[in-house]
C-alpha cells in the first residue's frame, strides 16, 4: 500500500509562514508521522497573497477582517480558499492549525460588534475543506496531543486511504467484491468503532436492492467514515478481542488463552493499557496462524512504528 497523503497546515511543519514570520513546527507530525505519509503543506493566508509578515487577521461576526486595514477579505479569501481545497483532491487526511481565523477547524474566536470575541468560528479555509471533502479526515494539531484521538486519527486517514484506493481511475470498474472484501478486512475495527455501523454496512455491501456498483459505494463511503469517527470505548474493544478469541479455541492451549482472557479483564479494568491484550492476541494469531484473523486490519491498522508509541 503507498504511503497516505496528510494535508498539513504549512506552518506546522516547521514552514515560516505565520503572521510573524514564524512558525509552530510540530515535531510529532514532521519526524514521526512524516516517516509514514506524504505531508502536503498548505498556507491558505500566503495563498492568498498577504505575504510574510503580514497584519494579523480574524473573524469580525463571520467575516474575514484585517484589523490593522480595516480589509473586509471574506469574499476574496472564500474564492481563492474553494480553488486551494481544490488542490487537495488526492489527500487522505488533513491537519489544521488550531485557532486561526484561516486554518482554525473549529471553536475559533469570532469578535462581536462589541468587540466581544465568542469561540463559536471557523476558519475560512477549514470551512472550504469541510464542505469540499464532507468524508475527509480532519483534525487540529492541538487535539493530537491526546493519544486516544491521535490514534483514531491515524486509524482514520490509513482506511481512508484504503477506501479511496477503491477508486482508481476508472471508477466504472470497480467490482462489488472489492468493497465487500475491504468491508471483511475492516470488520473488527467496524466493531470496535461502533457495531450498529457494522451491520449496516454489512447490508449494504449484501446490496439486496440491486444498486449500480457505483451507488453501493457511495452509501458504502459515507456510513464507513461515519462509523470510524466514533471513538471506540474499552467495553467494544472487550468485545472485539472475546471475539478474536473464540477462534483460538481448539488450537491455543489453555495456559495461552487463560493468560489472554487475564490481560482483556485487566484492561476492560484499567489495570493495564489495550496495547497489552491486544499484543499478546497478536502474537497468538501468528503463532497459530488463524488466517481469518491474520487479515483483519483491527490488529495492524497502520504502520506499528506509529502505533506502538501511542495505542493506549
Ligand atoms: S494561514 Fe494556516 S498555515 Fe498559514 S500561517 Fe496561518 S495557521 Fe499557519
Redesign the pocket.
Known amino acids: 500500500m503507498s504511503k497516505p497523503q496528510v494535508g498539513v ?4 511543519l516547521g ?1 515560516a ?3 510573524n514570520g514564524d512558525h ?1 513546527r510540530q515535531p510529532w507530525i514532521t519526524d514521526i508521522l512524516g516517516k509514514h505519509a506524504k505531508l502536503v503543506p ?5 495563498s492568498l497573497g498577504l505575504g510574510v509578515p503580514r497584519p494579523t487577521l480574524r473573524l469580525n461576526q463571520g467575516r474575514l477582517v484585517q484589523p490593522s486595514t480595516k480589509l473586509d477579505l471574506s469574499e476574496k479569501a472564500t474564492s481563492c480558499f474553494i480553488k486551494l481545497a481544490q488542490t487537495a483532491a488526492g489527500l487522505d487526511g488533513f491537519i ?2 488550531k485557532d ?1 481565523p ?3 477547524l473549529e471553536r475559533v474566536k469570532d469578535y462581536s460588534a462589541k468587540g466581544i470575541p465568542n469561540k463559536t468560528g471557523q ?1 475560512f ?1 477549514a470551512k472550504a475543506m469541510c464542505e469540499s471533502y464532507p468524508l475527509l479526515p480532519m483534525i487540529e494539531e492541538g487535539r493530537l496531543m491526546d493519544s486516544e484521538q491521535r490514534e483514531n486519527f491515524l486509524n482514520q486517514i490509513f482506511a481512508y486511504s484504503r477506501l479511496r484506493a477503491l477508486t482508481p481511475e476508472a471508477p466504472l470498474r470497480i467490482k462489488l467484491s472489492a468493497i465487500q472484501d475491504l468491508h471483511k478486512k475492516h470488520k473488527l475495527i467496524l466493531m470496535e468503532h461502533s457495531p450498529r455501523h457494522y451491520s449496516r454496512l454489512g447490508r449494504i455491501v449484501a446490496n439486496p436492492e440491486g444498486l449500480s456498483v457505483r451507488e453501493v459505494l457511495e452509501k458504502y463511503s459515507v456510513l464507513f467514515m461515519e462509523a470510524l469517527a466514533v471513538m471506540p470505548t474499552a467495553k467494544t474493544r472487550t468485545n472485539v478481542l472475546e471475539h478474536a478469541m473464540g477462534y483460538l479455541r481448539g488450537k491455543a492451549d489453555e495456559t495461552d488463552r487463560k493468560q489472554l482472557r487475564e490481560s482483556i479483564k485487566e484492561y476492560l479494568k484499567g489495570e493495564l493499557p489495550f496495547i497489552a491484550p491486544l499484543t499478546l492476541a497478536n502474537h497468538l494469531i501468528q503463532k497459530f496462524e488463524i488466517a481469518y484473523l491474520q487479515e483483519q486490519l483491527f490488529f495492524a491498522p497502520y504502520p506499528r512504528a506509529l502505533g506502538a508509541h501511542i495505542r493506549l
Request: some cysteine.
Open positions: 497546515s504549512a506552518c506546522l514552514h509562514v505565520r503572521f509552530k498548505f498556507c491558505p493566508e500566503v489544521l492549525k486561526s484561516s486554518c482554525g476558519g479555509f
